[in-house]
């Protein structure tokens, strides 16, 4: 397994609430993409081109991820089993 990883420099787009059908909360769902402004020309020269969504359906996550704020990912390797 490779001990190689990438961080990507994300700018949260958009964060929205997931209904169920009897119209309780059940998930969020967010967007980001590479940030693009002139703060961060070294990351958005290193990642010109990145976006992420996800769908969180655990409770004590709700609220972590916030639009508007950037957010460091990581992307690296994980055994098959890995918690």
């Known amino acids: ?31 980001m993409y590479a940030v693009s402004d002139p703060a961060n020309k070294e990351w958005s020269d290193a990642t010109p081109s990145a976006q992420f969504r996800a769908t969180i359906s655990n409770k004590a996550a709700w609220g972590v991820v916030l639009p508007g704020k950037k957010y460091l990912v990581t992307i690296e390797e994980c055994a098959e089993d890995a918690r």
């Open 1 to 31: 397994m490779s001990n190689r990883k990438i961080v990507c420099k994300l700018h949260c787009q958009s964060v929205k609430a997931s209904m169920n059908e009897s119209g309780a909360y059940a998930a969020e769902e967010f967007e």
